[in-house]
């Protein structure tokens, strides 16, 4: 099944689950509703006509003033067919269900998402830091994070206590140069 098959494929079962879809890129993708993600994401996996069987990432984009973004892809490894769907939370209260009863590999990567970017995954059997230690305070990759000088210490890096130039499309955001 090519991208529009599949798409059409699942319009025909969840169209109240797809808020839109970019065929345009190199790794084209579908853009779900949070609360109809664990039911279309079962008939991806369930499906015979799909089989997506495998979620090989789940990663976030960090779009401030007011959005993150989780990107899962998925593969079918018997039929050979890609799938990247996209779901859009409000980065004040990033909450979205967990996938670890889909597919058991959504478990670490859920963890990563949690720790890095502060996604908060429902019905996680274990929502625990994975990189950062239990008591570290923030979530590293959210673009407004900053650095500490120091943890229990030691110098947080090369960046501990020096400036980090803003880029200018986040100044226009409200971001100003801030301390690593």
């Known amino acids: 099944m090519n991208f529009k098959d599949v798409v059409a494929h699942l319009k025909e079962r969840h169209s109240d689950a797809i808020e839109g879809t970019d065929e345009t890129k190199r790794d ?84 990563e998402s949690y720790d890095l970017m502060g996604i908060e995954f429902e019905g996680h059997p274990n929502l625990t830091r994975i990189l950062c230690a239990e008591d570290w305070v923030g979530f590293p990759l959210r673009k407004d994070y900053k650095w500490p000088e120091e943890y229990h210490g030691v110098p947080c890096g090369p960046f501990a206590g020096k400036d980090v130039n803003i880029p200018p499309e986040w100044e226009q955001e409200g971001f100003t140069t801030r301390k690593a």
């Open 28 to 111: 084209p993708w579908i853009v779900v509703k949070k609360d109809k993600l664990v039911e279309l994401c079962k008939t991806l996996r369930d499906d015979p006509k799909l089989d997506y069987d495998h979620l090989s990432l789940i990663s976030a984009v960090d779009y401030p003033p007011a959005t993150i973004e989780i990107v899962y892809h998925l593969d079918s490894l018997r039929l050979n067919h890609p799938l990247v769907l996209k779901v859009k939370l409000p980065r004040a209260t990033p909450k979205i269900p967990s996938l670890v009863t889909v597919w058991p590999t959504a478990d670490w990567h859920e963890r």
